[in-house]
Protein backbone atom coordinates (compact mmCIF):
# COMPACT_ATOMS: atom_id res chain seq x y z
CA UNK A 1 0.00 0.00 0.00
CA UNK A 2 1.61 3.28 -0.95
CA UNK A 3 0.07 6.85 0.47
CA UNK A 4 -0.72 7.90 -3.42
CA UNK A 5 -3.32 4.72 -3.07
CA UNK A 6 -5.08 6.13 -0.28
CA UNK A 7 -6.08 9.60 -1.86
CA UNK A 8 -3.07 11.65 -2.04
CA UNK A 9 -1.43 13.75 -4.65
CA UNK A 10 1.89 12.57 -6.10
CA UNK A 11 3.53 15.50 -4.41
CA UNK A 12 3.03 14.49 -0.63
CA UNK A 13 4.55 11.14 -1.88
CA UNK A 14 7.91 12.92 -2.56
CA UNK A 15 8.30 14.69 0.86
CA UNK A 16 6.98 11.13 2.51
CA UNK A 17 10.09 9.46 0.74
CA UNK A 18 12.31 12.56 1.58
CA UNK A 19 11.21 11.90 5.41
CA UNK A 20 11.85 7.91 5.42
CA UNK A 21 7.86 7.00 5.10
CA UNK A 22 7.77 3.42 3.65
CA UNK A 23 4.26 2.87 3.86
CA UNK A 24 0.85 3.83 5.58
CA UNK A 25 0.28 2.82 9.34
CA UNK A 26 -2.22 1.16 10.51
CA UNK A 27 -4.01 4.57 11.36
CA UNK A 28 -3.02 6.02 8.52
CA UNK A 29 -4.01 4.04 6.04
CA UNK A 30 -7.72 4.08 7.68
CA UNK A 31 -7.96 7.73 8.22
CA UNK A 32 -6.77 9.39 4.81
CA UNK A 33 -9.79 7.84 2.98
CA UNK A 34 -11.77 8.41 5.72
CA UNK A 35 -11.01 12.33 5.97
CA UNK A 36 -10.65 13.12 2.12
CA UNK A 37 -13.66 12.16 1.88
CA UNK A 38 -15.66 14.79 4.42
CA UNK A 39 -16.16 12.08 7.04
CA UNK A 40 -16.17 12.70 10.84
CA UNK A 41 -13.76 10.77 12.39
CA UNK A 42 -12.61 9.22 16.09
CA UNK A 43 -9.08 7.04 16.78
CA UNK A 44 -7.42 6.08 19.48
CA UNK A 45 -4.30 7.26 18.69
CA UNK A 46 -1.63 5.08 20.50
CA UNK A 47 1.56 6.58 21.18
CA UNK A 48 3.86 6.62 18.01
CA UNK A 49 0.75 5.57 15.98
CA UNK A 50 1.79 8.17 13.35
CA UNK A 51 -1.61 10.07 14.10
CA UNK A 52 -0.35 13.71 13.03
CA UNK A 53 0.13 12.19 9.51
CA UNK A 54 -2.69 10.57 9.47
CA UNK A 55 -5.07 13.82 9.84
CA UNK A 56 -2.40 16.56 7.86
CA UNK A 57 -1.73 14.66 5.10
CA UNK A 58 -5.54 14.60 4.28
CA UNK A 59 -6.19 18.31 5.52
CA UNK A 60 -3.15 19.12 3.11
CA UNK A 61 -5.22 17.20 0.29
CA UNK A 62 -8.29 19.46 0.94
CA UNK A 63 -6.97 22.48 1.07
CA UNK A 64 -5.00 22.21 -1.98
CA UNK A 65 -8.56 22.33 -4.42
CA UNK A 66 -9.66 25.56 -2.01
CA UNK A 67 -9.07 28.99 -1.88
CA UNK A 68 -6.99 30.84 1.05
CA UNK A 69 -9.27 31.86 4.43
CA UNK A 70 -9.90 35.73 4.37
CA UNK A 71 -8.43 37.87 6.74
CA UNK A 72 -7.96 36.79 10.34
CA UNK A 73 -9.57 33.81 9.41
CA UNK A 74 -8.70 29.87 9.55
CA UNK A 75 -9.81 27.03 7.57
CA UNK A 76 -8.32 24.56 9.86
CA UNK A 77 -8.37 24.17 13.70
CA UNK A 78 -6.09 22.22 15.34
CA UNK A 79 -6.62 22.48 19.14
CA UNK A 80 -3.94 20.35 20.82
CA UNK A 81 -2.92 20.71 24.94
CA UNK A 82 0.46 21.47 25.46
CA UNK A 83 2.82 24.22 23.70
CA UNK A 84 5.24 21.07 22.60
CA UNK A 85 2.51 19.62 20.86
CA UNK A 86 1.68 22.38 18.75
CA UNK A 87 5.48 22.89 17.68
CA UNK A 88 5.78 19.55 16.70
CA UNK A 89 2.31 19.45 14.55
CA UNK A 90 3.42 22.87 13.12
CA UNK A 91 6.35 21.28 11.84
CA UNK A 92 5.08 18.35 10.09
CA UNK A 93 2.50 20.32 8.28
CA UNK A 94 5.32 22.32 6.99
CA UNK A 95 7.52 19.13 5.99
CA UNK A 96 4.78 17.46 3.92
CA UNK A 97 3.70 20.85 2.36
CA UNK A 98 7.27 21.36 0.86
CA UNK A 99 6.08 20.49 -2.63
CA UNK A 100 2.64 21.59 -2.85
CA UNK A 101 1.72 23.74 -6.08
CA UNK A 102 -0.59 25.89 -3.69
CA UNK A 103 1.45 27.79 -0.74
CA UNK A 104 -0.48 26.96 2.22
CA UNK A 105 -0.17 28.62 5.76
CA UNK A 106 -0.09 27.16 9.31
CA UNK A 107 0.74 28.93 12.59
CA UNK A 108 1.03 27.76 15.93
CA UNK A 109 -0.43 29.74 18.99
CA UNK A 110 0.12 29.08 22.29
CA UNK A 111 1.09 30.93 25.71
CA UNK A 112 4.32 31.50 27.08
CA UNK A 113 5.37 34.16 24.26
CA UNK A 114 4.59 37.35 22.84
CA UNK A 115 0.89 37.69 21.64
CA UNK A 116 1.40 40.79 19.15
CA UNK A 117 3.56 38.38 17.16
CA UNK A 118 1.02 35.84 16.85
CA UNK A 119 -1.94 38.46 15.92
CA UNK A 120 0.67 39.95 13.00
CA UNK A 121 0.63 36.66 11.51
CA UNK A 122 -2.81 35.97 11.51
CA UNK A 123 -3.73 39.39 9.23
CA UNK A 124 -3.49 38.17 6.29
CA UNK A 125 -5.54 34.76 6.86
CA UNK A 126 -4.14 31.09 7.99
CA UNK A 127 -5.28 27.93 5.78
CA UNK A 128 -4.11 26.03 9.59
CA UNK A 129 -3.93 27.09 13.12
CA UNK A 130 -2.66 24.80 15.60
CA UNK A 131 -3.28 26.18 19.16
CA UNK A 132 -3.72 25.74 22.91
CA UNK A 133 -7.38 26.79 24.02
CA UNK A 134 -6.36 29.56 26.46
CA UNK A 135 -4.23 31.50 23.85
CA UNK A 136 -6.58 30.92 20.87
CA UNK A 137 -9.51 32.61 23.17
CA UNK A 138 -6.98 35.85 23.99
CA UNK A 139 -6.92 35.91 20.06
CA UNK A 140 -10.47 35.81 19.68
CA UNK A 141 -11.08 38.39 22.55
CA UNK A 142 -8.24 40.36 20.60
CA UNK A 143 -10.28 40.12 17.14
CA UNK A 144 -6.92 38.85 15.71
CA UNK A 145 -8.63 35.32 14.41
CA UNK A 146 -12.04 34.49 13.73
CA UNK A 147 -13.48 31.03 14.03
CA UNK A 148 -16.60 31.63 12.06
CA UNK A 149 -15.14 30.12 8.58
CA UNK A 150 -13.12 27.08 10.37
CA UNK A 151 -14.15 24.05 8.03
CA UNK A 152 -12.32 21.06 9.92
CA UNK A 153 -11.95 20.84 13.48
CA UNK A 154 -9.07 18.52 15.10
CA UNK A 155 -8.78 17.75 18.88
CA UNK A 156 -5.61 15.70 19.13
CA UNK A 157 -5.33 14.40 22.46
CA UNK A 158 -8.97 15.22 23.97
CA UNK A 159 -8.02 13.12 26.92
CA UNK A 160 -5.27 15.22 27.76
CA UNK A 161 -6.81 18.79 27.49
CA UNK A 162 -9.66 17.57 29.82
CA UNK A 163 -6.98 16.32 31.82
CA UNK A 164 -4.92 19.80 32.17
CA UNK A 165 -8.46 21.20 32.59
CA UNK A 166 -9.16 22.60 29.67
CA UNK A 167 -13.12 21.95 29.81
CA UNK A 168 -14.58 25.65 29.77
CA UNK A 169 -11.77 26.70 27.18
CA UNK A 170 -12.89 24.04 25.40
CA UNK A 171 -16.91 24.93 25.73
CA UNK A 172 -16.08 28.24 24.81
CA UNK A 173 -14.15 27.39 21.48
CA UNK A 174 -16.74 25.23 20.25
CA UNK A 175 -19.82 27.87 20.61
CA UNK A 176 -17.60 29.55 18.26
CA UNK A 177 -17.63 27.58 15.35
CA UNK A 178 -19.57 26.82 12.48
CA UNK A 179 -22.41 24.26 12.88
CA UNK A 180 -21.42 22.82 9.46
CA UNK A 181 -17.99 21.35 9.74
CA UNK A 182 -15.94 18.31 9.63
CA UNK A 183 -15.12 17.19 13.13
CA UNK A 184 -11.66 14.94 13.90
CA UNK A 185 -11.29 13.71 17.63
CA UNK A 186 -7.88 11.88 18.16
CA UNK A 187 -7.55 10.11 22.33
CA UNK A 188 -5.09 7.51 23.76
CA UNK A 189 -7.35 7.22 26.84
CA UNK A 190 -11.59 7.58 26.51
CA UNK A 191 -12.78 8.81 30.19
CA UNK A 192 -16.40 9.35 30.97
CA UNK A 193 -15.45 13.12 29.74
CA UNK A 194 -14.08 12.43 26.63
CA UNK A 195 -17.08 10.22 25.55
CA UNK A 196 -19.29 12.86 26.25
CA UNK A 197 -17.75 15.10 24.23
CA UNK A 198 -17.68 12.68 21.52
CA UNK A 199 -21.94 12.35 21.80
CA UNK A 200 -21.32 16.06 21.36
CA UNK A 201 -18.90 16.81 18.53
CA UNK A 202 -18.76 13.95 16.25
CA UNK A 203 -21.95 13.07 13.49
CA UNK A 204 -21.80 9.25 12.51
CA UNK A 205 -18.06 9.01 12.69
CA UNK A 206 -15.46 6.67 11.23
CA UNK A 207 -14.05 4.42 14.16
CA UNK A 208 -10.68 3.55 14.49
CA UNK A 209 -8.70 1.30 16.45
CA UNK A 210 -10.80 1.64 19.52
CA UNK A 211 -9.94 0.01 22.07
CA UNK A 212 -9.94 0.90 26.16
CA UNK A 213 -6.66 -1.01 26.55
CA UNK A 214 -3.28 0.87 25.64
CA UNK A 215 -1.27 -1.38 23.68
CA UNK A 216 2.62 -1.32 23.36
CA UNK A 217 5.20 -2.33 20.98
CA UNK A 218 7.55 -5.79 21.12
CA UNK A 219 10.41 -3.83 21.16
CA UNK A 220 9.94 -2.33 24.11
CA UNK A 221 11.50 -3.73 27.48
CA UNK A 222 9.85 -2.64 30.95
CA UNK A 223 12.23 -3.11 33.93
CA UNK A 224 11.07 -2.27 37.24
CA UNK A 225 14.05 -1.76 39.59
CA UNK A 226 13.32 -1.69 43.88
CA UNK A 227 15.61 0.87 45.11
CA UNK A 228 16.31 3.38 48.30
CA UNK A 229 14.42 7.66 47.52
CA UNK A 230 17.98 8.38 48.42
CA UNK A 231 19.75 6.06 45.68
CA UNK A 232 17.76 6.94 43.13
CA UNK A 233 19.99 9.29 41.59
CA UNK A 234 23.56 7.08 42.27
CA UNK A 235 21.92 4.01 40.60
CA UNK A 236 20.39 6.98 37.54
CA UNK A 237 23.91 7.86 37.38
CA UNK A 238 25.04 3.59 37.10
CA UNK A 239 22.47 3.32 34.78
CA UNK A 240 23.93 6.32 32.45
CA UNK A 241 27.73 4.64 32.84
CA UNK A 242 26.26 1.39 31.62
CA UNK A 243 25.08 2.89 28.47
CA UNK A 244 27.81 5.88 27.58
CA UNK A 245 26.39 7.65 24.70
CA UNK A 246 23.21 7.38 24.74
CA UNK A 247 20.12 9.20 25.15
CA UNK A 248 17.64 9.37 28.39
CA UNK A 249 14.56 10.72 28.84
CA UNK A 250 14.28 11.23 32.89
CA UNK A 251 10.73 11.84 34.37
CA UNK A 252 10.59 13.49 37.97
CA UNK A 253 7.59 14.32 39.75
CA UNK A 254 8.15 18.23 39.98
CA UNK A 255 10.37 21.23 38.48
CA UNK A 256 12.15 21.46 42.00
CA UNK A 257 13.08 17.51 41.39
CA UNK A 258 14.20 18.20 37.86
CA UNK A 259 16.52 21.03 38.63
CA UNK A 260 18.07 18.94 41.16
CA UNK A 261 18.66 16.20 39.09
CA UNK A 262 20.28 18.05 36.73
CA UNK A 263 22.53 19.76 39.04
CA UNK A 264 23.95 16.56 39.87
CA UNK A 265 24.43 14.69 36.99
CA UNK A 266 25.99 17.58 35.51
CA UNK A 267 28.20 17.65 38.43
CA UNK A 268 29.07 14.17 37.97
CA UNK A 269 30.13 14.91 33.97
CA UNK A 270 27.04 13.84 32.78
CA UNK A 271 25.40 16.68 30.09
CA UNK A 272 22.22 17.24 31.44
CA UNK A 273 19.59 19.87 31.13
CA UNK A 274 15.70 20.14 31.88
CA UNK A 275 12.29 20.53 30.73
CA UNK A 276 9.25 22.06 32.68
CA UNK A 277 6.68 24.74 32.97
CA UNK A 278 9.01 27.61 34.89
CA UNK A 279 11.12 27.77 31.93
CA UNK A 280 10.30 30.29 28.70
CA UNK A 281 9.66 29.54 25.92
CA UNK A 282 12.52 30.18 24.14
CA UNK A 283 14.50 27.88 26.66
CA UNK A 284 12.04 24.95 26.13
CA UNK A 285 12.17 25.30 22.55
CA UNK A 286 16.12 25.20 23.17
CA UNK A 287 16.57 21.96 25.48
CA UNK A 288 14.21 20.09 23.03
CA UNK A 289 16.14 21.56 19.93
CA UNK A 290 19.62 20.12 21.52
CA UNK A 291 18.09 16.66 23.25
CA UNK A 292 16.71 16.16 19.33
CA UNK A 293 19.72 16.80 17.66
CA UNK A 294 21.92 14.68 20.11
CA UNK A 295 23.51 17.34 21.97
CA UNK A 296 22.25 16.27 25.19
CA UNK A 297 22.53 13.54 26.83
CA UNK A 298 19.58 13.08 29.34
CA UNK A 299 16.66 15.41 29.19
CA UNK A 300 15.11 15.69 32.81
CA UNK A 301 11.24 16.45 32.47
CA UNK A 302 7.89 16.56 34.36
CA UNK A 303 4.82 15.11 33.08
CA UNK A 304 4.86 18.64 31.01
CA UNK A 305 6.45 16.38 27.88
CA UNK A 306 4.73 13.30 28.10
CA UNK A 307 2.77 13.55 24.74
CA UNK A 308 5.07 16.05 23.35
CA UNK A 309 8.39 14.83 22.49
CA UNK A 310 9.03 12.60 19.19
CA UNK A 311 12.24 11.20 19.15
CA UNK A 312 12.45 8.03 17.06
CA UNK A 313 15.55 6.77 18.08
CA UNK A 314 15.40 7.39 21.78
CA UNK A 315 16.82 4.02 23.38
CA UNK A 316 15.77 4.62 27.31
CA UNK A 317 12.91 6.04 28.95
CA UNK A 318 13.26 6.45 33.13
CA UNK A 319 10.33 7.28 35.71
CA UNK A 320 12.67 8.34 38.51
CA UNK A 321 9.29 9.31 40.34
CA UNK A 322 6.20 7.65 39.09
CA UNK A 323 3.72 9.51 37.59
CA UNK A 324 0.14 10.20 39.65
CA UNK A 325 -2.02 8.47 36.77
CA UNK A 326 -1.66 5.18 35.51
CA UNK A 327 -2.70 6.16 32.15
CA UNK A 328 0.32 8.71 32.07
CA UNK A 329 3.04 5.55 33.06
CA UNK A 330 1.92 4.44 28.93
CA UNK A 331 2.45 8.00 27.87
CA UNK A 332 5.61 8.58 29.28
CA UNK A 333 7.60 4.93 27.97
CA UNK A 334 5.70 5.32 24.95
CA UNK A 335 8.59 7.67 24.16
CA UNK A 336 10.55 5.36 23.29
CA UNK A 337 10.89 1.86 21.22
CA UNK A 338 8.77 3.98 18.78
CA UNK A 339 9.03 3.00 14.92
CA UNK A 340 9.95 -0.36 15.38
CA UNK A 341 12.68 0.63 17.32
CA UNK A 342 14.12 -1.30 20.69
CA UNK A 343 13.54 0.39 23.83
CA UNK A 344 14.13 0.12 27.57
CA UNK A 345 11.54 1.77 29.88
CA UNK A 346 13.09 1.65 33.60
CA UNK A 347 11.05 2.84 36.72
CA UNK A 348 12.49 3.28 40.39
CA UNK A 349 10.05 1.63 43.22
CA UNK A 350 11.11 2.82 46.53
CA UNK A 351 9.06 1.76 49.43
CA UNK A 352 6.68 4.29 49.34
CA UNK A 353 5.47 3.76 45.86
CA UNK A 354 5.31 0.38 46.37
CA UNK A 355 1.08 0.65 46.40
CA UNK A 356 1.21 2.66 43.21
CA UNK A 357 3.32 0.30 40.84
CA UNK A 358 0.82 -2.33 41.52
CA UNK A 359 -1.78 0.03 40.66
CA UNK A 360 -0.37 1.26 37.50
CA UNK A 361 0.96 -2.49 36.97
CA UNK A 362 -2.86 -3.83 37.40
CA UNK A 363 -4.58 -0.60 35.60
CA UNK A 364 -2.67 -1.23 32.20
CA UNK A 365 -2.95 -4.84 32.70
CA UNK A 366 1.21 -5.18 32.88
CA UNK A 367 3.33 -7.80 34.07
CA UNK A 368 6.56 -6.66 34.99
CA UNK A 369 8.96 -8.89 37.43
CA UNK A 370 10.45 -6.61 39.83
CA UNK A 371 14.12 -6.50 40.46
CA UNK A 372 17.42 -5.33 41.93
CA UNK A 373 20.61 -4.26 40.55
CA UNK A 374 23.73 -5.22 42.85
CA UNK A 375 25.02 -2.55 44.87
CA UNK A 376 21.96 -0.97 44.67
CA UNK A 377 20.10 -3.36 46.64
CA UNK A 378 16.65 -1.97 48.31
CA UNK A 379 16.99 -2.00 52.44
CA UNK A 380 14.55 -4.72 53.74
CA UNK A 381 12.62 -2.80 56.30
CA UNK A 382 10.65 0.01 55.00
CA UNK A 383 11.77 3.50 56.44
CA UNK A 384 8.88 5.05 58.93
CA UNK A 385 7.94 7.83 56.53
CA UNK A 386 7.06 5.13 53.84
CA UNK A 387 4.46 3.70 56.64
CA UNK A 388 2.79 6.31 57.03
CA UNK A 389 -1.22 6.82 55.96
CA UNK A 390 -1.78 8.05 53.30
CA UNK A 391 -3.59 11.86 53.95
CA UNK A 392 -7.14 12.11 52.89
CA UNK A 393 -10.17 10.00 52.76
CA UNK A 394 -9.73 6.34 51.58
CA UNK A 395 -11.80 4.54 49.16
CA UNK A 396 -13.79 2.12 50.79
CA UNK A 397 -14.26 -1.25 48.84
CA UNK A 398 -17.34 -2.11 47.07
CA UNK A 399 -18.19 1.47 46.59
CA UNK A 400 -16.54 2.43 43.75
CA UNK A 401 -18.84 5.01 41.83
CA UNK A 402 -20.49 4.32 39.07
CA UNK A 403 -20.46 5.98 35.59
CA UNK A 404 -23.65 7.74 36.18
CA UNK A 405 -22.11 8.98 39.68
CA UNK A 406 -19.48 9.95 38.03
CA UNK A 407 -21.40 12.19 34.73
CA UNK A 408 -23.84 13.47 37.40
CA UNK A 409 -20.98 15.17 39.22
CA UNK A 410 -19.41 16.67 36.64
CA UNK A 411 -22.38 18.12 35.21
CA UNK A 412 -22.51 19.44 39.33
CA UNK A 413 -19.28 21.18 38.50
CA UNK A 414 -20.17 22.30 35.85
CA UNK A 415 -23.49 24.07 36.26
CA UNK A 416 -21.27 27.54 35.55
CA UNK A 417 -21.17 26.82 32.13
CA UNK A 418 -24.84 25.59 31.47
CA UNK A 419 -26.51 28.80 30.66
CA UNK A 420 -26.62 28.16 26.76
CA UNK A 421 -29.04 25.30 26.30
CA UNK A 422 -26.82 22.90 24.75
CA UNK A 423 -23.21 24.58 24.58
CA UNK A 424 -22.13 22.16 27.56
CA UNK A 425 -19.89 19.44 27.33
CA UNK A 426 -20.96 17.99 30.76
CA UNK A 427 -24.89 18.89 30.30
CA UNK A 428 -25.23 16.62 27.20
CA UNK A 429 -23.23 13.65 29.48
CA UNK A 430 -25.64 14.11 31.74
CA UNK A 431 -28.69 13.84 30.03
CA UNK A 432 -27.44 10.89 28.12
CA UNK A 433 -26.74 9.05 31.36
CA UNK A 434 -30.25 10.02 32.68
CA UNK A 435 -31.91 8.65 29.29
Known amino acids: MSFISLGLSGFFQR ?49 QSQDAPASNCAAVLVLVPTRELALQVETSIKSYSRYMPRRVTSLAVYGGVSINTQMQALRGGCDLVIATPGRLLDLVEK ?37 QRQNLLFSATFPEEVDALIDKLLFNPVTIEIERKNKLPESLTQRAIEVDTEQRTSLLRYLLSQHSGDQFLVFVASKRAANNVAIKLNKAGFNADTLHGDMSQIDRN ?51 ARAGEAGTAFSFIDHSSDA ?42 GKRKSKKDKLREAAERSKAYEGRQGSSIWSTAKLKSED
Not at 314 to 322: A, G, K, T
Open 15 to 63: ALDEQGYEAPTAIQAQAIPAVISGRDLLAAAETGSGKTAAYVLPLLEIL
Open 143 to 179: NAVKLNQVRHLILDEADRMLDLGFAEELQKVLSLLPP
Open 286 to 336: GALQSFKAGQTQVLIATDLAARGIDIPLLPFVVNYDLPRSPADYIHRIGRT
Open 356 to 397: HFELIVKRNQLTIDREQIPGFERNSTPPPEALQPTKGPQPIK
